[in-house]
């Protein structure tokens, strides 16, 4: 499984920005496509996740409301972040994440996810 994270940038505060992840390799039917970030001196926390089975979706508590995770109708394995009212606080290296197959419950934690791309720096000035 190979995972391609774009769309980081420098963006201020109350601004918006929108991630890709482009990803290829699933043998399973039933994934999950996430994304993750780990700020500076902190531990990598889970933003938010989208089931292939049924488009059921997580959400952090921190980005609720303000974040939302999609998958292109089309291509099927193109999943986009909108972020939307971003702070400083968001400010880190945003991370695209894989399971496979699917196990709901676990997409919290950066240790449930199977596959990983490089991340994509986001920051916000304020």
């Known amino acids: 499984v190979q995972l391609q994270a774009s769309g980081g940038g420098l963006v201020q505060a109350g601004g918006s920005l929108r991630l890709s992840c482009a990803a290829s390799?699933?043998?399973?039917?039933?994934?999950?496509i996430g994304w993750f970030r780990q700020a500076p001196g902190k531990e990598r926390e889970g933003v938010s996740c989208?089931?292939?089975?049924?488009?059921?979706?997580?959400y952090g508590d921190s980005v609720q409301d303000r974040f939302t995770i999609s998958r292109d109708n089309v291509t099927k394995n193109m999943v986009y972040l909108q972020m939307n009212s971003l702070a400083p606080e968001d400010t880190a290296v945003y991370y695209c994440?894989?399971?496979?197959?699917?196990?709901?419950?676990?997409?919290?934690?950066?240790?449930?996810?199977?596959?990983w791309g490089k991340g994509t720096l986001v920051t916000v000035s304020s």
């Open positions: 994440a894989a399971q496979a197959p699917v196990r709901y419950g676990s997409w919290r934690r950066s240790g449930g996810m199977d596959y």
């Open positions: 390799g699933f043998i399973y039917d039933s994934y999950a």
């Open positions: 989208i089931s292939s089975k049924d488009d059921s979706t997580y």
